[in-house]
């Protein structure tokens, strides 16, 4: 299988703290996108990372690769309540069919 | 922001019907998808169509299901005689280009099944 697996399952910080999750995935990729769904809500995307790239910011988001480990990690910094949110990593299949893997539960705390 | 959106919102059926969750892509992508998520489980493939046709398809997506673009807007998936372990989370997602894109996904259909 190719679905990526987040840890931690469940994260809880305080506002203003910053956040990482982390992906790992089991076999080569052409690119891993990070997604955010809030609850009862669609998937919102947050940022893609090629497999040449080992490193993406985008505002308070910093997502970094590492193709040789087969993991990637999300940080979030300065973390707001509306963070809040489920996190998940999808890795590409040959179809351009998404691997998503279980996701990380945030909660920031005001 | 062009926004895929997905039809019904909650849908609830008897075993055995025939139920079909609707979806209008955003209007200038060209490859669409279908997702399931069961209660507390992973986002999970059925069907990506490109060109009005299947590109691929997941072992989930057995003869049971399909999927139309009747129109040139709307992008259905049919269940023809739903089961309880149907019950899910259905997303619609589409893009512009093969590879290298994100995504955009609806806010999905809720399908219960009785």
């Known amino acids: 299988s190719q679905q990526g697996e987040e840890d931690p399952q469940a994260l809880s910080i305080q506002e203003g703290e910053n956040a990482t999750m982390n992906c790992s995935y089991k076999?080569?990729?052409?690119?891993l996108q990070w997604y955010r769904q809030n609850s009862g809500r669609g998937l919102v995307h947050l940022i893609l990372?090629?497999?040449?790239?080992r490193e993406k910011h985008s505002g308070r988001l910093r997502v970094t690769l590492d193709t040789s480990k087969k993991s990637s990690s999300l940080l979030i910094t300065a973390s707001r309540a509306a963070d809040t949110a489920s996190y998940f990593c999808?890795?590409?299949?040959?179809?351009?069919?998404?691997?998503f893997g279980t996701g990380t539960s945030l909660t920031v705390i005001p | 922001e062009p926004e895929v959106t997905q039809t019904p919102s909650h849908q609830v059926t008897q075993m055995g019907q025939e139920v079909i969750l609707r979806c209008v892509p955003i209007?200038?992508?060209?490859?669409f998808y279908w997702y399931r998520q069961i209660l507390g489980q992973k986002v999970e493939f059925l069907v990506s169509?490109?060109?009005?046709?299947?590109?691929?398809k997941s072992e989930i997506f057995d003869d049971q299901f399909s999927v139309e673009r009747p129109d040139g807007s709307n992008f259905t998936l049919k269940i023809r005689s739903t089961k309880l372990e149907d019950s899910a989370m259905y997303f619609c997602?589409?893009?512009?280009?093969?590879?290298?894109?994100?995504?955009?996904f609806g806010d999905g259909t809720r399908l219960s099944i009785l």
């Open positions: 999808a890795t590409v299949g040959t179809g351009n069919q998404f691997y």
């Open positions: 076999t080569s990729i052409n690119n």
């Open positions: 990372i090629r497999s040449n790239e």
């Open positions: 209007s200038n992508h060209l490859y």
């Open positions: 169509f490109y060109n009005n046709e299947i590109s691929e």
């Open positions: 997602a589409s893009d512009s280009s093969y590879s290298n894109q994100p995504q955009h």
